[in-house]
């Protein structure tokens, strides 16, 4: 009796996981949450599977699991009952868990790796493929973007608040070009010793491809050392909001919470209307003064 109510238990925590990580992607999931919703304590959810991450990987591995049983089963044309047996609801959440899948591993060693377009630096893909490269953003949003098209149309609720709640799309091509601009700027000290060029850069850079948050964050900081509070309090607040909506880094040589800690900095510096003028000043930022 014991061992059945551990296996009901489990299947509740993974059912109620592959809810909420579709929803909320796996930073805005909590234990607490899941076990809530599961009708379980997180005590249970730690003894079935030791930690967030686990359950997560848990819940990508049953999905796949069930998806590839059915294409095991499947004939050359589908029966109608084969076709029901996954949800237009059950298959939109399992697009919102890939596309948090997506975004929180994808870089630019799975281009090098697959032989995406040649601006990846490779014109072939392969085991060759050195990890972790250069580890500049990865070409992923474009597929995400789509995604979450089908996403809203399996009538998920509540969408991921990305790509303005899944309705808007980007091209391969753009998403490319976006990231070359972004990198030209971050792998280049002599493009960031010129303030004007490196702004006309990103701003084209988020002019592609207005999804990422990075852009923004280097935007921020130009406006800043110009004394343009105006334009870098616009350009961290885009920034911070696009961090929330995807809760992982999109140029992941930085954590997401690095990232938004430095975006943080920056809206502060914007709202004083206040910047160090050395370099001295720059790495004293996080300094604890009396009245401050």
Sequence with gaps: MAARDDRDTRERLLRAGSELFAATGLHGATVRDIAGAAGANVAAANYHFGSKEALYLEVLRTQFAAIRDRLARRVAVPTPAELQRLSRRDLGIFLDVTMADYAEQFFGWQDRLFGLPERDGTRRGGPHA????????????????????????????????????????????????????????????????????????????????????????????????????????????????????????????LSWEAWVAWTRVLLKAARERDWPSDAFGIISLGEVRPGR
């Design 130 to 253: 050195l990890w972790p490269g250069e580890n500049r953003p990865g070409l992923w949003m474009g597929l995400n973007a789509l995604l979450g098209l089908r996403a809203a149309k399996c009538g998920v609720e509540p969408l991921p608040p990305v790509f303005e709640r899944c309705t808007a799309q980007i091209a391969r091509e753009t998403e490319g070009e976006a990231r070359d601009l972004y990198w030209s700027v971050v792998a280049d000290p002599d493009v960031q010793d010129d303030a004007q060029r490196a702004e006309r850069i990103l701003r084209d850079a988020v002019r592609l491809n207005p999804f990422a948050a990075e852009p923004h964050v280097l935007l921020a900081q130009t406006c800043v050392t110009q004394h343009r509070w105006d334009d870098a309090l616009a350009e961290a607040s885009r920034a911070l909001e696009l961090q929330i909506q995807w809760a992982t880094p999109w140029d992941k040589r």
